[in-house]
Each structure stands twice: as C-alpha cells, then as structure tokens.
C-alpha cells in the first residue's frame, strides 16, 4: 500500500524538505508544518517550505517564523521532498522544478483529484492521493499513525487549522464523521478550536474588508442566478492595500447566495495575470472546468491561472459553466 511505502521512504531519511502548493492555505501550510515537527522530533532535519507569499493569517500558527520562502544555493545533499497538498511539480510555485530534480526520493500526499507522477520519477517515490480525505493534514495524520508517532500541541495546531480552513469551518462537502473524529483527536492532542477559529476567521485586516467590499459591488448573476462573477483589478488591490493572499475565501459570498450553484471569482492581482477560483454546492464538478484551462482541484472547488483581459476571461468562464449546468440539468432528466 502506497501509505506504508510512504511511511518507509519517511522512516529512511534524514534530511527532508517539505512543500505545500505555492500561495499556500491553511491545509498547505498546516500540513507542512505539522509533519514538519513531527519529523524534528523524530531527530531528522527539516526545512519547511512556501512559495508565492503567505497569507498573514496564517502567522500564528507554531514554526511560521522558521519557512523557507527563499531557498539556499546548497540544499542538503540526499534529501527527500515531501510534496504536499498538491501533486505537480509546477503547483510547487517558482522552485517546484528544482526541489523534484535534486531530491533523492519524493513523497506525494494530496487530496486532489488527479495522479502523481511517481511513475516518471526516477528515484524511490510513494504517493497517496486521497481525495476523500477532507485535507492533506488527514493523510499526514495517517502517516503519523502507521510511523507509530505521536501527535504533539504545535502539530495538533497546524493539523486543526488545516482541517478547519480546507472544510471551510466544518461546512463543505469534505466533511464527513471522520472528519470531527480527527478533529476531537486533534483537540484531545492540545488544539483550541475557539482560539484557531478567531486567528483563521475573525483576524481579517481592514484592507482585506475593504477590498472584499469592492468585490462584491463587481457581482453579477448569469444564467437565472445560478453563477455568480466576481472580479478584481489590480487599482482594486491598490486602493485598498491589499494583497494578493487577502482574497483566499472572498468567492464563498458568490457561492453563498440562494440561487446559486457556481460561483466563479477572477482576479487580476497583476496586470496581465490572472487566476481564476470556482466554486460548486452540488452536482457541477468545477475540476473538469479548471483542467479545461490547464488548472485542477477538487469536484466542489477548483481554480486555474491564465494570462490575458480579465473581463474577455470572465466571459468565456460564466458561458463554459453555463454549459455544463445545460449538461448536468439534462442528465438530472434523464
Ligand atoms: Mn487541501
């Protein structure tokens, strides 16, 4: 089983390197840091990655101050990359290509659909992508059990915190009765739910609210109310000092009106380059949207990056959902 073969590469290194996706979010870098401290206390050396900027409200959590979000000219010679919340090397952000070609073994563990390439890779490599497992944190939790390792208050922290963004407060359709037995083990283990809570829910900054007011003032409705745009500009970003990583959640309030079943937001943080976030309640699987346009993610939330004029993108996005929302009404039919 791939968990076991996961859990051997592991027990055999010495020197690892961890890495979320770049941008990373609470599961990304929760996760990275959580099997980061296992790993420490396991006598290994370790280096926590994140590429692409880090939210701020991510800083609380135990080990921030010590990510790598730069890399050294010398990486430590024989080690392995665990590869994290993601599984390709081009979601790893600007030094994916790098870390895969000077590893020694790469360990993948992700929830998102798709599959690793641990076939192409040249060196010993085991992946688990589970993506019925609510995060990443959840199958880093799996490996921690099958080493036989216990689950400290910093990684029970980090393991919460990724548990709880990536189901969105226990709201999305990841969460399952495994989801708050992990949980209740994790609290058990020395997380404080109502302290995580207020850093991952209530610590918004007054820039983030204002650039989230201006969002929603874009919003339109196509397809009688059931797909939602929002977008940004760059002057947007400006006006408000916000930053790019303000807007991690800002396209749940489209996805949270009645009517609707996708919400779609585009953002243009920087002239030119967009990226573009879906999110589905029910039956639209948003993941085959986005690897239409070379991204990917999960059936109810997905997203992909694309170059060019944002509103002429908005338009081709909303006109390819309302597609598959004819699509899914006729299956729903016949
Ligand atoms: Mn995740």
Redesign the pocket.
């Known amino acids: 089983m791939s968990l076991n073969k996961a859990a051997e590469l592991v027990d055999a290194g010495n020197d690892f390197i961890l890495a979320g996706h770049e941008k990373p979010?609470g599961?990304?870098l929760g996760s990275v840091l959580g099997l980061g401290k296992a790993l420490a206390s396991h006598g290994r050396n370790v280096m926590p990655c994140a590429f692409g900027g880090i939210a701020d409200s991510l800083s609380f959590l135990p080990g921030f101050a010590g990510v790598h979000t730069v890399l050294p000219d010398r990486l430590p010679s024989g080690f392995t990359l665990l590869m994290l919340?993601c599984h390709e090397t081009e979601r790893l952000g600007e030094h994916g290509e790098r870390l895969v070609e000077e590893a020694a073994s790469l360990v993948i563990l992700d929830?998102h659909l798709g599959e690793g390439f641990c076939s192409e890779y040249p060196g010993p490599c085991a992946s688990v992508i589970d993506t019925r497992a609510c995060?990443?944190a959840e199958i880093c939790m799996r490996l921690i059990d099958v080493l036989g390792w216990k689950i400290s208050s910093d990684m029970a922290t980090c393991f919460y915190t990724a548990v709880l963004t990536?189901t969105g407060g226990f709201r999305y359709s990841n969460t399952s009765r495994r989801t708050f037995e992990i949980a209740g083990q994790l609290v058990d283990a020395g997380a404080d739910p109502y302290h995580i809570a207020l850093k991952c829910f209530e610590s918004m900054s007054i820039s983030k609210l204002k650039l989230l007011g201006l969002a929603l003032e874009t919003l339109e409705l196509f397809f009688d109310g059931r797909v939602s745009v929002m977008l940004l500009t760059p002057d947007m970003f400006e006006l408000c000092g916000a930053r790019e990583s303000d807007t991690e959640e800002f396209v749940s309030y489209a996805r949270g009106i009645d009517s609707v079943e996708v919400a779609i937001l585009v953002k243009e943080a920087r002239a030119g380059m967009v990226s573009v976030s879906l999110r589905s309640k029910r039956f639209v699987n948003v993941a085959e949207i986005a690897a239409r346009f070379g991204g990917g993610g999960h059936f109810n939330a997905a997203g992909f990056k694309i170059t060019g004029n944002p509103v002429d993108i908005k338009q081709e996005v909303a006109a390819l959902v309302g597609e598959y929302l004819k699509k899914s009404a006729q299956k729903n039919i016949s």
Request: charged share 50%.
């Open positions: 979010d599961d990304a919340d929830h995060s990443t990536d």
